[in-house]
Nanobody, 120 residues
Framework: VQLVESGGALVQSGGSLRLSCAASGLTLTYSGYKMSWYRQTPGKEREAVATITNFPSRRTDYSASLKGRFTMSRDDHKNTLYLQMSRMEPEDTAVYYC???????????WGQGTQVTVSS
């Protein structure tokens, strides 16, 4: 199983960025998966930014702190997750990770992370 993130970059405050997470070795439409984007800054724990669950119905949840600025989506044909970030703030600066948790096998997968830096 591989999760490969891409799209991290330096962006100005107020700008937008889209992150991608290409999955191989698993199928993201499987009902037992919870798929998330996390982020982490030095000295802090990783925090969940957004999560898509497939069962009992497809649902997307977001961290309340984002104030509606981020959108998580999935392309089933490409087996890829996305995180569209808008109205970005310096506080969004972090390494962003893609995560898949198998609720049946109690197993998780992480990507290698991609750096996002927002300049003020």
């Amino acid at each position: 199983v591989q999760l490969v993130e891409s799209g991290g970059a330096l962006v100005q405050s107020g700008g937008s960025l889209r992150l991608s997470c290409a999955a191989s070795g698993l199928t993201l439409t499987y009902s037992g998966y919870k798929m998330s984007w996390y982020r982490q800054t030095p000295g802090k724990e990783r925090e969940a930014v957004a999560t898509i669950t497939n069962f009992p119905s497809r649902r997307t949840d977001y961290s309340a702190s984002l104030k509606g600025r981020f959108t998580m989506s999935r392309d089933d044909h490409k087996n890829t997750l996305y995180l569209q970030m808008s109205r970005m703030e310096p506080e969004d600066t972090a390494v962003y990770y893609c995560h898949v948790f198998d609720v049946h096998e109690i197993r998780e997968y992480w990507g290698q992370g991609t750096q996002v830096t927002v300049s003020s």
